[in-house]
């Protein structure tokens, strides 16, 4: 027994923490990020510059980024590692509740540590507590219930021991990691107790790779040669696992085709006959087209959401069966799906394994084949530059960008109008799929900055490329002061195009007519519909930060710039204005976005007219004779 304080026993756990699959061992938590106030300045601070040369120390510049470099690092780290988040109570703990939800929502590990009101309840109420009048056991923390995977309120000393296993346990469960929350009070963090010697001891936790039931093997198999329409989607999981190499042998083996969510895309390089791309709402051509007539869907790693499945209209053929590859069984069952729960590497290799050199209908992936050719062509053609004398579009920005990555660059998204666009037109090329990082199941503006920090921190030999809206940016540039300060190199590709030119765009489609989506000084009237643009210079800003910062007039600009960053330390800011008009147009995909039933503007009433249209190709998307198997 060691008597030490709880903060002081939590730090040297932490750093004890290591994980393992297989055969690779390395450390789990590469530090702790922070921001002190009242709550932990006495308690975790004192422990964590007491034990600085185990746990290392970041100072971070807003609680919210800071969960989000914790979360692009353990996205890029295949989930194998992250980095703790201390904050004090109150408005620095609930900052942290975005950064959870995105966590949770993605399937990323993130260790949360808000510090909490006194346990003892002494001196409350104190400077930034809530009072709850029927109850007074809650606290702004328990805001995280609903957005973490585990919760813990440490309000006696010994009940780190065993909450803080339970926190490993599913930090390092792949299908339940998401965020996981101790709540501290601050004055048990400050607390003595008699702390056992194996609590503080190294201890590994091994990630077994689960295999799926012989039986569902069989019947997936069976499933399988049945389809004579078989379409890969390959999500996150593919990634996640390490299953990109599985994936393809399993795809050149069988003939069948693979189109990608936005986490999973990457699995299968863009230049491959059968990769077909994005699918679904900002999908590709080629993708769209076969699924609509695939009679058998393979989801490996998928959650389903509504991007990839077009809101239920991607998949059309009336027949259509699922067969889900997963550890998380929520979404193994999804649809009615024959259900394989397992790892997505384990379960590619025994499929291959039991198909038995199986091929699908040659016709089918000839034209699969042909359908990405076409596709690499309509790339080229879309990220053309724009005419001289024409504001650059944002595609071109794209183009640029992916020949800067090569094959081990990292791009580097979450919100607006270039997640879609990126989803679409990357040219994937590590064979690893990590070159590609978009942020999309909570699609959280501000996360790219703190997220590419992060992706850095994961992976230095790496070069990450951020794009980043003007919205986007503004609504977080801190951690651009971070990045500074830790020497964080990475660069960071601006688009200005004055305000929301996603929402702007989605709000045309419904009759809206861009209403409040640009920035400028006031609402547009029907007098004055394009007033200036507010004169924000976020180059200045970031240069203000400490970004190196070169202002790109045109694509070509941003080409030069993206040659000049690489010898840079530290983070680059390249700034470059766009059209925000010239879009990407949509693939025969669709997006489920309610329109008003009644208005008395006649483009409102157009938008709900096709809106009805486009939604009666919406279907249930349940596998009928799948179903019945799954309830026998
Ligand atoms: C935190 C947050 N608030 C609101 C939204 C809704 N939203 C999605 S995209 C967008 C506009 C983003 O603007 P910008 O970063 O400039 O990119 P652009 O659309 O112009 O490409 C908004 C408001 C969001 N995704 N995240
Ligand atoms: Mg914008």
């Known amino acids: 027994m060691t008597r030490i304080t709880v903060a002081q026993a939590l730090v040297r756990f932490l750093a004890a923490q290591e994980v393992e699959r297989d055969g690779l061992r390395s450390r789990f938590f590469a530090g702790c990020l922070g921001i002190f106030g009242h709550g932990n300045v006495a308690g975790l601070g004192q422990a964590l510059r007491r034990h600085n040369d185990l746990l290392r120390y970041v100072p971070a510049r807003n609680e919210q980024a800071m969960v989000h470099v914790a979360a692009g690092y353990a996205r890029q780290r295949n989930r194998l590692g992250t980095w703790a988040c201390t904050s004090s109570i109150g408005p620095g703990a609930t900052n942290m509740v975005t950064g959870a939800a995105l966590a949770t929502i993605n399937r990323l590990p993130v260790l949360l540590l808000p510090a909490d009101t006194f346990a003892s309840r002494g001196p409350h109420p104190v400077l930034q507590q809530i009072e709850v009048p029927h109850d007074a056991n809650v606290s702004v923390n328990d805001a995280f219930r609903p957005v973490s995977r585990f919760f813990a309120r440490i309000e006696r000393p010994e009940q780190l021991i065993d909450s803080a296993l339970q926190a490993m346990r599913v930090l390092t469960d792949p299908a339940d990691t998401g965020a996981v929350v101790l709540a501290l009070p601050e004055d048990v963090q400050a607390e003595a107790f008699d702390v056992p010697e194996e609590f503080l001891q190294e201890r590994v936790w091994t990630i077994y790779r689960r295999p799926p039931a012989p039986d569902a093997l069989h019947r997936a198999a069976e499933l399988i040669r049945a389809a004579r329409r078989p379409l890969i989607l390959a999500g996150g999981g593919v990634i996640y696992s390490e299953a990109t190499h599985a994936l393809r042998a399993f795809a050149e083996a069988s003939g069948i085709p693979v189109a990608e969510t936005q986490a999973g895309r990457g699995a299968l390089v863009s230049d491959h006959p059968l990769s077909l791309g994005a699918l679904g709402a900002t999908g590709t051509s080629a993708a769209n087209r076969l699924a609509r007539e695939a009679d058998l869907v393979i989801g490996i790693g998928t959650r389903y959401q509504d991007f990839p499945t077009a809101s239920k209209t991607a998949f059309q053929d009336p027949d259509v069966r699922f067969l889900n590859i997963n550890v998380a069984a929520i979404d193994a069952f999804k649809h009615g799906a024959l259900a394989l729960e397992a790892d997505a590497r384990v379960a590619l290799e025994l499929l291959n394994g039991a198909l038995e050199s199986h091929h699908a209908d040659p016709e089918w992936t000839a034209r699969a084949a042909s359908e990405a050719e076409e596709w690499a062509r309509e790339v080229v053609r879309v990220t053309a530059p724009a005419a001289e004398g024409e504001l650059t579009n944002q ?13 081990t660059g990292v791009v580097v998204c ?3 109008s270039m997640p879609g666009d990126l989803h679409k037109l990357w040219r994937a090329r590590d064979p690893e799929g990590k070159g590609y990082h978009v942020e999309y199941g909570y699609s959280c503006m501000g996360y790219e900055i703190p997220g590419g920090m992060g992706i850095k921190l994961a992976a230095p030999e790496r070069e990450v490329f951020v794009l980043v809206g003007d919205a986007s940016y503004l609504m977080l540039p801190g951690e651009l002061a971070t990045a500074v300060a830790e020497g964080v190199s990475m660069t960071i590709v601006l688009v200005d195009n004055h305000g929301y030119a996603s929402i702007g765009a989605l709000s045309r489609s419904v009759g809206g007519a861009g209403f409040g989506t640009i920035y400028r000084a006031g609402v547009p009237t029907d007098d004055d519909p394009l007033p200036q643009p507010l004169p924000v210079d976020l180059a200045a800003n970031a240069e203000s930060l400490g970004a190196r910062v070169f202002r ?18 530290g983070p680059v800011v390249i700034h470059i204005e766009t059209d925000r008009y010239a879009g990407v147009p949509s693939y025969e995909g669709w997006w489920d976005v309610p329109v008003a039933e009644v208005s008395d503007d006649p483009g409102v009433q157009a938008a709900r007219e096709q809106y009805e249209r486009a939604r009666a190709a919406q279907r249930s998307l349940i596998s009928p004779a799948v179903a019945r198997e799954v309830a026998r």
Do not use: F, H, K, P
């Open 395 to 407: 595609a071109s920005v794209i183009a640029a960008v992916n020949d800067a990555a090569g094959e």
């Open 414 to 416: 979450a919100a607006g």
């Open 552 to 569: 790109a007039r045109d694509v070509d600009e941003v080409r030069e710039a993206l040659v000049s960053a690489r010898g840079v330390e």
